[in-house]
């Protein structure tokens, strides 16, 4: 396994390559729901590409940047130990060599980002479009894969590939959650013992809700009542129902629902994000 920190050597590595090219950009922090990702790119391709980089354009000034967890040395470990051919761990200034506010950034489409993350966090999708395409240029990857708990992520990167005709499928892969349900995430180390608890109230509504929908509950308001009612102590900052294929917001349930929910819980001020189905 290589762990490269700089451009050219990547450039120079990914030319030598022979067979396929499997992508997981990451920021870090790696846990099993990255591992899922990992396990899966090496089943489906002759050889995977990890990096591992903090990406500054998509934070906010008043953003967790320079608290986000940081782990280099368990991170490239746990690359070694899945067969991974390349971790790619560059410094910032490997990635933008101007200030921020002299990149070219790709911006997605308004009317995808005027909403959910999108509206809290202004620049987060151009910061998260704009590092994801230099990766797919760089590894010159067949296959990239991301998680679907960034669900608006996922969707936004599909659509910049579609439009701007990227050579690269998307791999979408399950949420990976802990036994008690709650979806895993790299910020789930800034949470307190009560904080865990009140986060566990998030994935308890959203298959509460699930059910509700498959025992015939379609209406949206009642939904959310029941649903905010259980997230009771939670900050939430918005329970939506969104068209799983077109993220156009939804007026009554059905098959094609996906719900989605961001909330702080308060000790700890951390921000959690998760999703479901309501029928798959």
């Given amino acids: 396994m290589k762990i490269i920190d700089n451009v050219?050597?990547?450039?120079?590595?990914?030319?030598?390559?022979?067979?396929?090219?499997?992508?997981?950009?990451?920021?870090?922090?790696?846990?099993?729901?990255?591992?899922?990702?990992?396990?899966?790119?090496?089943?489906?391709?002759?050889?995977?590409?990890?990096?591992?980089?903090?990406?500054?354009?998509?934070?906010?000034?008043?953003?967790?940047?320079?608290?986000?967890?940081?782990q280099p040395e368990k991170d490239i470990q746990l690359c070694k130990n899945e067969g991974v051919k390349i971790v790619f761990i560059?410094?910032?200034?490997?990635?933008?060599?101007?200030?921020?506010?002299?990149?070219?950034?790709?911006?997605?489409?308004?009317?995808?980002?005027d909403k959910l993350c999108g509206k809290s966090r202004p620049g987060h999708f151009d910061g998260v479009c704009s590092v994801v395409a230099k990766l797919f240029n760089l590894t010159k990857a067949n296959k990239a894969y991301f998680g679907q708990k960034d669900a608006q992520q996922l969707f936004i990167v599909k659509k910049m590939v579609?439009?701007?005709n990227f050579d690269v499928q998307i791999v979408s892969c399950?949420?990976?959650?802990?036994?008690?349900?709650?979806?895993?995430?790299?910020?789930?180390?800034?949470?307190?013992?009560?904080?865990r608890k009140l986060a566990?109230?998030?994935?308890?509504?959203?298959?509460?809700l699930k059910k509700?929908?498959?025992?015939?509950?379609?209406?949206?308001?009642?939904?959310?009542?029941?649903?905010l009612k259980i997230m009771d102590g939670l900050d939430v900052e918005y329970i939506e129902f969104v068209d799983k294929n077109t993220f156009n917001f939804k007026?009554?349930?059905?098959?094609?629902?996906?719900v989605l929910v961001a909330a702080r819980v308060p000790e700890s001020n951390t921000r959690l994000i998760d999703n479901i189905k309501l029928w798959e």
């Fill in 162 to 164: 579609r439009d701007l």
């Fill in 8 to 70: 050219k050597e990547l450039k120079e590595e990914i030319k030598k390559l022979k067979g396929s090219i499997g992508l997981v950009p990451t920021m870090g922090a790696l846990h099993d729901g990255h591992l899922s990702l990992i396990k899966r790119a090496t089943r489906e391709n002759d050889n995977v590409v990890v990096s591992v980089f903090v990406n500054p354009i998509q934070f906010a000034p008043s953003e967790d940047l320079d608290k986000y967890p940081r």
């Fill in 251 to 258: 007026t009554k349930a059905d098959r094609d629902t996906l």
């Fill in 90 to 113: 560059p410094k910032i200034s490997e990635m933008y060599s101007d200030d921020k506010g002299n990149l070219t950034l790709i911006c997605p489409p308004y009317n995808v980002v």
């Fill in 212 to 227: 509700l929908f498959t025992q015939g509950v379609v209406d949206i308001r009642d939904l959310v009542d029941v649903s």
């Fill in 174 to 195: 399950p949420i990976i959650r802990e036994p008690d349900n709650l979806a895993l995430s790299s910020r789930n180390k800034y949470l307190t013992q009560n904080d």
């Fill in 200 to 208: 566990l109230n998030i994935s308890k509504a959203l298959f509460n």
